[in-house]
């Protein structure tokens, strides 16, 4: 990608912050209002590109799965969600990859760090995002985190990586 301007590059670093603060704050209505209708977020296992249709990834969901699990987490019968999670992420290496009309293409590292009733746990991940400028933002198109860890065995991810 070529010059990248100083407001584009403000604009998506603050979008994934924002995005990563409701995520750890559980605010699930927001969180949802950040997603485009043709969203896919994505959690692959076994490697960081695994064909989704053909192989088992931990989370692959469209827009109305995306809908249906946060309706499932505000239920509170997500007993490995109760009480919630206590998350604190931290976001770095935010690097615009592409852009295309109103399209952005962004990569990211991040580190969260979990405390639950089972105890404590740091997830280090590899994210990418496909971004669609919209007249108050943006919207993700596509949202696939690339768990550093995801060839192992590894605890419920029964909140939002």
């Known amino acids: 990608m070529g010059a990248v301007s100083e407001e584009?590059?403000?604009?998506?670093?603050?979008?994934i912050y924002r995005e990563a603060r409701l995520q750890d704050t559980h605010a699930y209505d927001d969180w949802e209002a950040l997603w485009d209708d043709?969203?896919?977020?994505?959690?692959?296992?076994?490697?960081a590109n695994p064909d989704p249709e053909?192989?088992?990834?931990?989370i692959y969901d469209n827009r109305s799965?995306?809908?249906l699990r946060i309706k499932q987490l505000k239920t509170g019968k997500r007993y490995t969600q109760t009480p919630p999670s206590q998350?604190?992420?931290?976001?770095s290496n935010i690097e615009l990859l592409d852009q295309e009309g109103d399209d952005v293409r962004v990569a990211t590292n991040a580190m969260v760090y979990e405390y639950c009733g089972r105890g404590e746990t740091v997830w280090a991940t590899r994210n990418e995002y496909e971004l669609r400028r919209?007249?108050?933002g943006f919207k993700m198109k596509k949202k696939k985190v690339v768990l550093a860890n995801n060839d192992k065995p590894i605890f419920t991810l029964s909140f939002l990586i």
């Open 8 to 15: 584009l590059y403000r604009d998506v670093s603050q979008f």
């Open 65 to 67: 799965r995306i809908a």
């Open 87 to 91: 998350l604190a992420r931290v976001v």
């Open 38 to 47: 043709e969203a896919i977020y994505w959690v692959p296992a076994n490697g």
């Open 54 to 58: 053909r192989e088992m990834s931990f």
């Open 134 to 136: 919209v007249a108050d």
